[in-house]
C-alpha cells in the first residue's frame, strides 16, 4: 500500500441505477465505458504535451452505479487530467441524454488523503493496459458524501485537502484547478465555471459538514453523428448555502 497526502480522484454515479433491470444496468454501464474511452482520448491528445509524454493512465474501481476513477502517476497535472476526463466525460453523457433521454450522470471531483494499493480480485479496466490498482481513504469518502446529495447531471469540486505547498502552487483551491484547465484548452471547458460563486455545505448521515462547488457550463463534446458540439453540463442549483436546502 502507499500513502498519500494529496491524489485526485473522480467519482462518477449513475441517478436511479439500482431501480432499473439488470438489462438496463448493463447497457448504461458499457455507456459509461463508452464515454470514459473517449474522454481518455481527448485528455491524452491535449495533455501529452503538457507532460511531455505519451499521455495519462488511469485506474477505476466499481462502486456498482458508477466508478472511482483516478491518474496512476501522482502529481498535480495527472490530478487535472483527471478532472478534465471527469468533465468531458459529463458532457458525453449529456448529448446522449438529450438524443436517447433515458438515464443521467453525476459526478464529483476532490483531492485529499488516499491510500491506493494493488488490486487482486477480478477487475474492468478502461483499456488493457491499465493498472488493476485499488483505492480506499477520506478523499473517497468524501466523495461519496456530497455526490448522495447531488442532483441528477449535477457536477461537484469537493474542497481540497491539500497540506503540501508546491502541491498548492499549483491548485490552492478547487476554481484554481478549473480556471488552469480552461487557461490550457479553453476550446474544451468553454464556459464551464463554479456557479454560485459560494461553497456549498452538505451534512451526511453522521452529521458531519463537507463543502464542495457546483460546476455547470458548456463543455466540448462530439455527438451521435461525430460532430463535435458544445454542450450544457452541470445544473445551477437555487442560490443556497448547503445541498440539503436545495
Not at 134 to 143: K, R, T, V
Given at each position: 500500500p502507499r500513502r498519500w497526502t494529496h491524489r485526485g480522484f473522480a467519482l462518477f454515479d449513475i441517478s436511479g441505477f439500482s431501480e432499473e433491470p439488470t438489462e438496463v444496468q448493463?447497457?448504461?454501464?458499457?455507456?459509461?465505458?463508452g464515454a470514459l474511452l473517449w474522454a481518455r482520448t481527448v485528455v491524452n491528445g491535449r495533455f501529452a504535451?503538457?507532460?511531455?509524454d505519451s499521455g495519462v493512465q488511469f485506474s477505476r474501481v466499481s462502486t456498482g452505479d458508477g466508478y472511482y476513477l483516478w491518474s496512476t502517476r501522482p502529481g498535480?497535472?495527472?490530478?487535472?487530467?483527471?478532472?478534465?476526463?471527469?468533465?468531458?466525460?459529463?458532457?458525453?453523457?449529456?448529448?446522449?441524454?438529450?438524443?436517447?433521454r433515458e438515464w443521467e450522470l453525476r459526478a464529483a471531483f476532490t483531492v485529499g488523503k488516499a491510500v491506493t494499493l494493488p488490486y487482486f480480485g477480478t477487475w474492468?479496466?478502461?483499456?488493457v493496459e491499465d493498472a488493476p490498482e485499488d483505492a480506499i481513504g477520506p478523499a473517497l469518502n468524501s466523495l461519496a458524501r456530497i455526490l448522495a446529495h447531488a442532483k441528477p447531471s449535477q457536477?461537484?469540486?469537493?474542497?481540497?485537502?491539500?497540506?503540501?505547498q508546491d502541491y498548492a502552487k499549483c491548485f490552492a483551491n478547487p476554481p484554481t484547478l478549473l480556471g488552469f484547465l480552461k487557461s490550457q484548452f479553453p476550446e474544451l471547458l468553454g464556459t464551464v465555471t463554479v456557479i454560485p460563486a459560494e461553497r456549498l455545505r452538505v451534512i451526511d448521515k453522521h452529521g458531519d459538514a463537507y463543502h464542495c462547488f457546483n460546476i455547470a457550463g458548456k463543455a466540448y463534446a462530439r455527438d451521435e453523428w461525430h460532430k463535435d458540439v458544445p454542450q450544457e453540463i452541470g445544473v445551477v442549483p437555487d442560490v443556497a448555502r448547503s445541498l440539503d436546502e436545495i
Amino acid at each position: 500500500p502507499r500513502r498519500w497526502t494529496h491524489r485526485g480522484f473522480a467519482l462518477f454515479d449513475i441517478s436511479g441505477f439500482s431501480e432499473e433491470p439488470t438489462e438496463v444496468q448493463v447497457s448504461r454501464r458499457l455507456m459509461l465505458d463508452g464515454a470514459l474511452l473517449w474522454a481518455r482520448t481527448v485528455v491524452n491528445g491535449r495533455f501529452a504535451s503538457l507532460l511531455q509524454d505519451s499521455g495519462v493512465q488511469f485506474s477505476r474501481v466499481s462502486t456498482g452505479d458508477g466508478y472511482y476513477l483516478w491518474s496512476t502517476r501522482p502529481g498535480a497535472l495527472f490530478d487535472a487530467a483527471t478532472f478534465a476526463m471527469m468533465l468531458l466525460t459529463s458532457s458525453y453523457i449529456r448529448v446522449r441524454e438529450r438524443w436517447a433521454r433515458e438515464w443521467e450522470l453525476r459526478a464529483a471531483f476532490t483531492v485529499g488523503k488516499a491510500v491506493t494499493l494493488p488490486y487482486f480480485g477480478t477487475w474492468t479496466a478502461i483499456e488493457v493496459e491499465d493498472a488493476p490498482e485499488d483505492a480506499i481513504g477520506p478523499a473517497l469518502n468524501s466523495l461519496a458524501r456530497i455526490l448522495a446529495h447531488a442532483k441528477p447531471s449535477q457536477i461537484l469540486l469537493g474542497d481540497f485537502q491539500v497540506q503540501d505547498q508546491d502541491y498548492a502552487k499549483c491548485f490552492a483551491n478547487p476554481p484554481t484547478l478549473l480556471g488552469f484547465l480552461k487557461s490550457q484548452f479553453p476550446e474544451l471547458l468553454g464556459t464551464v465555471t463554479v456557479i454560485p460563486a459560494e461553497r456549498l455545505r452538505v451534512i451526511d448521515k453522521h452529521g458531519d459538514a463537507y463543502h464542495c462547488f457546483n460546476i455547470a457550463g458548456k463543455a466540448y463534446a462530439r455527438d451521435e453523428w461525430h460532430k463535435d458540439v458544445p454542450q450544457e453540463i452541470g445544473v445551477v442549483p437555487d442560490v443556497a448555502r448547503s445541498l440539503d436546502e436545495i
